[in-house]
Every structure is written in C-alpha cells, then in structure tokens.
C-alpha cells in the first residue's frame, strides 16, 4: 500500500486555527514566495511553472504553464479569473482552500498575475459559499492593507488590483466561457470554443486565463522550492500531489492530499489513514473516479493509479479530484437517477440535444423508478444518450469488451450534455439486471 | 418593493467602479437588493438597470437564470437541504423527508409564518460531511435528525442568528479597498509592461 510519507503542499494550513488570518499565513513562510518572484521577472516564474508540469485542477486537467503560453503575444490588456465555483457533485476541496488558506490563493494568483502581465484579476466565488466569501475579502482586505495587493506591491513597482467578485446559483457557471459570460453580467451560457478559447477572446473579449482555486494554490510552493521539485514527486505524466474529496460508502470521508500517480483508487479508499476502507465490512459496487460526470469505474479498477494519462484510457476522468464509493446496498438506477436529475436540472438550456434530452432522461428514469418502467425503457435511455453524446461511450473494459477510453463525444456546445450520459451508460452496462427488476417488477432488486 | 436604499446605491456605486465595464457588476448589484430586502423586486432591478445603463429587461433575464435570487418573498430561513449522490448515499433523502414533516411543508415552500423556506437542492461541496444542509447559506455538516430539529427550534425562538443571519445577507464582510492602495490598472485597460507603474 502506497502511501506518500512526502510532505503536503496546498493542505498545510488546513488545521492551524489561524491559517485563515494574514498573521498566521506571514508565520508559516505567507508572502515569501511573492517576493521571491519580484525578483525572478515574470519570464523565470513562467518557466518554472512550466517546468513542475502543474495540471490544472478544475477538471479537464490542461498544464497551467501551457495555458499561460497560449496568450497571444503583445495583446493587452489581459484578465486572470479564478474559478472558484466548484459545484461538481462529489467534489469539496475547493472550498476548504478558500475557506482556511484565503492568502495562499492570493498569493498564486498574484504570482500567476505577475508570470502572465496580467491588468486585473477576479476571484469567482460560488454564491452558496458564505463563509468562502467572507474569509476571502476579509484576507484581500487585510493584503491590501498590507501592500500585497494593489499599487506598487511591496514596492516592486508592480501593481495589480484583486476583485471578489460572488455567483449565485448555476453549476454550469463553473465551465470557463460560462464563467466569463457571467462575469460580465450574462446569463451563464458557454461560449462556443472555437472561436471563443479564454487565452485568445475571454474576458471583454481580451486574452484571459481561468484556472482553478487548487491549481493556483500550488503556485506559492512551486516559487518557492522550484518546479523541478514539484515535478519531482508523483511520477512523469502525473506530478506533484493533490487534494481529493473522498465520500459515500467509506469508514473516513475526507479531503486528503495525496501524491498522483504513485497513490491508487485502493490506496485512498482502504489505507487506514484516507477511507479506512468500505463502512460495516461491506463490499464494492462502483465508484465514481472524477466528479457526477465521470463514467463509472467497478472494483476491478480499484488498482488503476490516480493519474489522468491511466484513468482517460481505461475510460474515465479524474476529472474535480471527487471520488464518489457506492458499496452494495445502493441502487444503481436511483443513484442514476439522481445524477441525471442534476444535470437535466443544471442545463443551461442554449442546446436541443442537452436541454431536451437531459429533461427526457430523468423523466424516464423516474417512471422506471415509480413502477411504471415499459419493456424498450433501456434501450429509449440508451438511444436517448447516444444523441447527446454519439457512442461508443467511454467505459472501462468489461466482459471481454475492450475498453473506451475517454473523453466522449458530444453533439453540444459543453460537455454537461454528455456527462447526464455517464451514470446511465455507466449503470445500464454493468447492472441492466436491477434495472429490468425494477421495471417488469416494480421494485427494487434490494426490496 | 424598493428601489435601492442611498447606502445600498453609494455601495452599488464603488462596486461598479471595480470592474472595467459596469455591466459586470450586475450579478453582485442583485445580491445586495437582495440583502436589502430579502428578494429581488421589480423596483429594485429597475434601480439597478439605471445605475448600470441597460433596461430592467436585461437585469431580469440574468437575474432569473441564477437559483439563488429570489423573484418573491421568502422564508427568514431558507433551509438547502443536499440529496445529491454522495449525500443520498448518507441518507440525503431521508433527511430532506424529516425537514418536511418537521416544518410541514413540502421542498419548495414557505411555512405558513414565514420562518422558513424548505429547498432540495444540488451539491453544496460538503460531499465528505454527508448528510449535510444550509440555512440561509450557512453550513451544517454531518446533521442528524435531532440536531435537525434543535436548529429549527433554536431559529424559531430567535437564538442563533449571530450564526446564521438572515436571508438575503450573504456576506457580513466585504471588500474594502483604501483608495491610495487601487492601482486601477484594469479599468484604465491599457497594456501593463512589467515593472512599471503608471
Ligand atoms: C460543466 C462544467 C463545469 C465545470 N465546473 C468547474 C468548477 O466548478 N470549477 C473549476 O475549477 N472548473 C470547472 N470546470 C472546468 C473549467 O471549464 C476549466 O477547465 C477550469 O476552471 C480551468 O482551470 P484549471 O486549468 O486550473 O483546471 C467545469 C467544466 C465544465 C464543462
Ligand atoms: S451542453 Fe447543456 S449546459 Fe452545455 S451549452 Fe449545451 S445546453 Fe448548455
Ligand atoms: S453531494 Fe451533498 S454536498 Fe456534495
């Protein structure tokens, strides 16, 4: 069992009871790094970001100092925006950052500022995050206060305004053009890519990057010991460590920050100091590898490393860092239900295939959970997915079928549409037997 | 029914004033309408269409796409309970069940005094804390059914409101900046080399 013994990164100042304060993040090296990279020039700290091979963590996992290298050149003013949204079912490490490490967000951001000459920045907090909200203006007050943040930060010269900008209630805001078209006042609807890349038209149509509250969590750290460091553990295609949010069937929920890429699904899910293992003794059903619109993995997978480049082809994401444990007493089609019920609930209506087949999708799957489920019921559901996202949909390999790896496919303009597919080709593949009790039965295989 | 208060437009002011194009400051405007008065009325979006220089159409059509934003009144409480999968993996379900039968309202409505409004809403990003809810946006992690019932008690009795305050007050801390410590880099729009102050 692998289980990392090198120090944590980002969690840190998780447990200080005053890791949230401008005091207590200047005790522990707060700041240091900023200043450290006054002085490296903007074009050192984006080769050391891109050195310590820094994937982002807000899902779709592209390498933050790729994504940097992407700004046109000479084309300002630039925006950088955090995305702080987090709303992926089984996902809550975004939150816990914001919430007791405000300053080491700032502090990344800053720096990211600095590394991409960037004009402004905006913190997107999700509107439900009260408590997110208020350490987070309460931190941005205090530095610039203390001349972190603003005019002529720590006297470099160099200045950068920080704005905490708040949501109010819309999963798909979390998707990056739906973000920025939110934060000019829209309603948040995804922009279609292309044109509309953030880096080349994002904010008020000017290069803009967006990255994740995690990923911009590190940069302190990797200014601070280097991003050859950083690269140095987890393994080559899968570096440094990461939070993932662990919940359902296990004896230990919680956010654990763990080495990628050496660390498995068995190791979180059993080792005594993550999950502890599957809650009374009881056995595995699937589990959810990346967050609500990641396809299924089943106990087979368990010993697949949590790294992007091994789950993508086995046929899933890694996707928020959420891994969601099913163990035997759930029913595979009330648990897709609920999911399909988010994301026809979280559509954001722009196209036919998501907006109308999501809504037909939970429709069905609730008459089938209502007793009222007909013979052709699956294969409606499946051909009703294979609109929104044209198969062979992405699973693991099962029964001697070979597997598909990821991403799917869609007819959509974001890929909300298809993830609705995920828990119903992810739950038909594997358990079609509940399914067809509860439909000539009128129960559910547990009773 | 209110316009904006001449507090609430002198703070709707330097909120606008952070972002290079006003419009921006649409989403943030509407909360603290909210906060004023609990929802956001017609009044108040048309104070808000005027500050920002676009019609109370636009401000409705982004107002209305946002869960959070209320259209009509609400209860003093607005009590989020999750029964996304992890969850109703804990018993998400069952405790949204026994909110109902305590406040004897369905998910969706306001009881009969206005205390509070029951809501089944999706994941609140406390997925290793299940069973969990909000009230009015506060947490309450790994909730059972009695500590359930002593919150509801609690709130009704008026105790508690130092923990949770009440709906429409999102956050008691805002942003303040120092006008010296503005840089206003972003809204002059201009190109910034690195190194150099205006
Ligand atoms: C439907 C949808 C929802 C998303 N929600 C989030 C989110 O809540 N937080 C986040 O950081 N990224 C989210 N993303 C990913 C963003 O589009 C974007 O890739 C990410 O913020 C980039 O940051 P990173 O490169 O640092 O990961 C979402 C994507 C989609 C398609
Ligand atoms: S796939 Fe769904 S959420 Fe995404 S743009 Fe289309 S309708 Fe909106
Ligand atoms: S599923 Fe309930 S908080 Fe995430």
Partial sequence: ??????????????????????????????????????????DAVLEEVKAANLQGRGGAGFPAGAKWSFLPKDVFPRYFVVNGDESEPGTSKDRP????????????????????????????VRGEMALAQ??????????????????????????????????????????????????????GMPRLKPPFFPAAKGLYLQPTVVNNVETL???????THGGAAFAALGTEKAAGTRLFALSGHVRRPG??????????????????????????????????????????????????????SVVG???????????????DTTCAVRAAWRLVRFFAHESCGKCTPCREGGAWLEKILRRILDGHGREDDIELLLDVGDNISPGPFPHPPLDGVAAVPFPFKQTTICPLGPSAVSPIHSSILRFRDEYLIHIKDGRCHLG | MSRLSPDNEELARTIIGRYPRSRSALIPLLHVAQEQEGWVSRDAMAHIAELLG??????????????????????????????NISCLLLGGEELLEHCEARLGVKAGATTDDGMFTLEDVECIAACTDAPCLQVNYRYFLNIT??????????????????EVPVHGTLTRVRQHVAPERWSGHGAEGLPLPPGQAR
């Avoid at chain 1, 208020?134 to 203390?146: G, P, V, W």
């Avoid at chain 1, 654990?256 to 809650?279: C, H, K, Q, S, W």
């Fill in chain 1, 97 to 124: 950052l914001m919430e007791r490490d405000p300053h080491q967000l700032i502090e990344g951001l800053l720096i990211s500022c600095f590394a991409v000459r960037a004009a402004q920045a905006f913190i997107y």
């Fill in chain 1, 255 to 308: 956010v654990y920050e763990v080495e990628m890429g050496t660390t498995t699904f068995r190791d979180l899910v059993e080792a005594p100091v993550y999950g502890g293992g599957i809650r009374h003794g009881n056995k595995l059903k699937a589990f959810i590898p990346g967050g609500a619109s990641a396809p299924w993995f089943y106990p087979e997978q368990l010993d697949l490393a949590l790294d992007a």
């Fill in chain 2, 54 to 83: 676009i019609t109370p159409a636009e401000v409705l059509g982004t107002c209305s796409f946002y869960g959070m934003f209320k259209l009509e009144p609400v209860g003093r409480y607005v009590v989020g309970v999750c029964t």
């Fill in chain 1, 217 to 223: 969590s590190n940069i302190p750290w990797i200014v």
């Fill in chain 2, 145 to 162: 059914h009695d500590q359930v019932d002593a919150l509801f008690d609690d709130l009704r009795a008026g105790r508690r409101t130092d």
């Fill in chain 1, 1 to 42: 069992m692998a289980v990392s013994d090198a120090a944590p990164i980002i969690s840190t100042r998780l447990a200080r009871p005053d890791g949230h304060t401008l005091a207590g993040y200047e005790a522990t090296r707060g700041y240091t790094a900023l200043r450290k990279a006054l002085g490296m020039g903007p």
């Fill in chain 1, 313 to 327: 082809p086995a046929g899933s994401m890694l996707g928020s860092g959420a891994v969601v444990i099913m163990d």
């Fill in chain 1, 134 to 187: 208020e350490r987070l203006a309460t931190a941005l007050n205090e530095a610039y206060a203390a001349g972190y943040v603003g005019r002529d930060i720590m006297g470099s010269g160099w200045s950068l305004d920080i704005v905490l900008h708040w949501g109010a209630g819309a999963y798909i805001v979390g998707e990056e053009t739906a973000l920025i078209e939110s934060l000019e006042g829209q309603r």
